[in-house]
């Protein structure tokens, strides 16, 4: 959108971005269309002239053969006609839906490809989801444009033909035809306007009614649905939504009924006008027959081509203005560099240090600064855990190392090097991580954990997730590594437990095997015994690797070279964890507190053991 809020790209320019994408992914778009267009416009001309050739054959006292043979003319070019149509109009969905696809591409391609700050960015996803509703389906802008510019040069087409046969007959007739349809077609747009205008609150009522229906409908809420009654509301709720969304049909339907009253006025003056101006010619001045059933018929259907003219111009205008999103979205600017950056390659053997450097940053539109002034070394080769309460900036400090964001104040260094130059996607694959959110595709586990379908080493998919800890489950499975995961796309697919799919999320990490490590919380879902294992595990697999680990659990983390306690933004205690707890500061405190909980949950356990045996040996 340019600064006054219009779009940037105007119908004209829009027009030509469509042309320009059909003749690159199927240029049988653009001539079948223009044939299509022909083909209707012709058909519809033969219609007009079929009836009035029939009958000045029969006026004409014309031999039946004569008149056989026009029928046979007339029923055998609309026999032809009307199949070619049918076929054009059904294969050139064909190349319409490819085009439409190719725009669904680069959409998706833009979003998995952009700089990361931009998917934090609320105007960016706005255009994002818009951007997908104008290729939803076929009627969708990115599709049903080429419907609207061909039904325009239908019309066109056709406007031309009609206008010279009105024009011969009376160009002030023709030009009163016209000035009547376009007043028709203008006070019908003015009313319609009340639709676009109320848009919103229909919307509301349609999100309001799906959403029950969601909710009914959706396996997490059927136990809620049962255990706390809420049948009973969901539907007063529902009943509520209908009750206003009828109202709101009501007042549509009064408001529409106006058209109807417009058109039917309209229509009478025009073809009022017409008929008592053909009237006189043919009793006075020889006009036959035949010659008025054509005059007629073509003054009455003149209006379908002008009002159609404008309809398409209305409608093509804001189809123009979504794929104006579509355009804005692609060319969204992106803040880090990609191909323009100094390439990066990636190399096991080269030792890495990451350093920030007075690193501040701060979320778009907050106040205060996460990571404040913050200067941080990981060393080569260390295993760095980072510990915190919640807020903290532990998942933002792993952000900034990742490269995923950009300190707003200093920098991040990469072997004394500011990551802004590289290439951002090379210096992503320097990095293994497990972050606390992440995606679980619905396909096999071999593929989930090598991240791809082709050329997976299977004897690696093991390694990592016999070392994850997921051995045994992935040998129960029905079909082993070849078992798909989630039931949303496969019917025979196994859904995994909170613990199970955090050690998959592991064997992947794994099996990138990236010199950095970064693990975000990768096993919040396991009980601290597991967790343990697990880090164990790490602290054997990362070893000569540069890796960082953030947990809530501080007792998890003694493995490591180095603890950073972060409070408020910045590094509030460093050192061992032997040392933390030698200094008596925030991180003794917290991890007392912890094991506490620990140890009395372990005593309740025991205590409850106890009873219940004691209860036995009783009985």
């Given amino acids: 959108m340019t600064e006054t809020g219009r779009p940037k790209y105007h119908l004209h320019q829009n027009t030509g971005f469509m042309l320009f994408t059909a003749w690159r992914v199927c240029k049988s778009v653009i001539f079948s269309g223009l044939l299509l267009a022909l083909t209707t416009s012709a058909k519809a001309a033969v219609e007009l002239f079929a009836a009035p050739a029939v009958l000045k054959k029969v006026e004409t006292a014309s031999c039946l053969k004569e008149l056989m043979i026009v029928i046979a003319v007339f029923g055998g070019s609309l026999f032809l006609l009307a199949g070619l149509e049918a076929y054009l109009r059904q294969n050139t969905l064909f190349g319409r839906i490819a085009v439409r696809q190719a725009l669904i591409r680069q959409i998706g391609d833009k979003t998995a490809k952009t700089s990361y700050p931009n998917t934090l960015n609320a105007d960016f996803l706005n255009f994002q989801a818009k951007s997908y509703q ?22 066109g087409f056709s406007f031309l033909a009609w206008s010279m046969i009105l024009a011969e007959l009376n160009p002030w007739l023709m030009c009163f035809i016209g000035i009547v349809s376009m007043a028709g077609y203008f006070v019908s747009k003015s009313v319609n306007r009340w639709g676009w205008h109320h848009r919103e609150e229909e919307a509301c009522c349609h999100k309001k009614m799906d959403y029950i229906r969601r909710m009914s409908a959706s396996r997490p809420c059927a136990k809620e649905i049962r255990i706390f009654g809420l049948r009973p509301w969901l539907e007063q709720v529902w009943n509520d939504a209908f009750k206003q969304y009828q109202s709101f049909l009501f007042r549509r339907e009064k408001t529409y009924i106006r058209i109807n009253i417009t058109d039917f006025v309209m ?22 027959v035949s010659g008025f059933l054509l005059y007629f018929t073509a003054a009455n ?77 990981v060393s080569p080769g260390e295993k760095l855990a980072v510990v915190g309460l919640n807020g903290a900036g532990k998942t933002t400090l792993v952000k900034l190392l990742c490269g995923f964001l950009d300190p707003g104040e200093g920098a991040v260094l990469l ?78 697919g196994v859904e995994l437990s909170g613990g199970q799919t955090q050690r998959l999320m592991l064997a992947r990490a794994l099996y990138k095997d990236s010199p950095l490590v970064i693990l975000d919380e990768p096993t919040a879902a396991l009980d601290p015994i597991a967790e343990n294992d697990i880090y164990l595990k790490y602290s054997q697999m990362t070893e000569g690797r540069t890796s960082v680990f953030i947990s809530h659990r501080l007792a998890s983390t003694q493995f490591c070279d180095r603890i950073l306690f972060l409070e408020n933004g910045a590094v509030a205690e460093e050192g061992t964890h032997r040392q933390l707890l030698d200094k008596k500061g925030r991180y003794a405190e917290l991890f007392e507190i912890q094991s506490q909980y620990y140890q009395k949950g372990a005593q309740d356990g025991r205590e409850k053991t106890e009873t219940v045996l004691f209860s036995g040996s009783q009985a």
């Fill in 301 to 377: 259907s003149f209006t379908r081509w002008v009002t159609g003219i404008l309809d398409n111009f209305s409608l093509l205008h804001r189809q123009s203005l979504e794929l104006s999103v579509i355009r804005e979205f692609l060319e969204w600017p992106e803040i880090f560099r990609f191909e323009n950056g100094k390439p990066l390659p990636k190399e096991m053997d080269k030792p890495y240090e990451l350093r920030l450097d007075n690193v501040s940053f701060a979320y778009p539109g907050s106040s205060k600064n996460t990571i404040s002034h913050m200067n941080l070394v």
């Fill in 267 to 288: 229509t009478l003056i025009r073809s009022g006008v017409t008929f008592f101006y053909l009237l006189p010619l043919t009793f006075t001045r020889g006009l036959s």
């Fill in 134 to 155: 104008a290729c939803e389906n076929n009627t969708s802008p990115a599709e049903g444009f080429w419907t609207t510019l061909t039904e325009l040069l239908t019309n």
């Fill in 415 to 492: 072997n004394g090097e500011d990551i802004r130059q590289y290439n951002r996607r090379d210096y992503y694959q320097l990095f293994s991580a497990v972050f606390q959110d992440f995606s679980v595709l619905e396909a096999s586990v071999a593929e989930n954990v090598a991240q791809s379908v082709d050329d997976i080493d299977l004897e690696r998919v093991k390694k990592c997730i016999s070392l994850a800890g997921l051995a045994e489950k992935t040998e129960s499975l029905p079909h082993g590594l070849d078992t798909k995961i989630g039931r949303r796309v496969y019917e025979d």
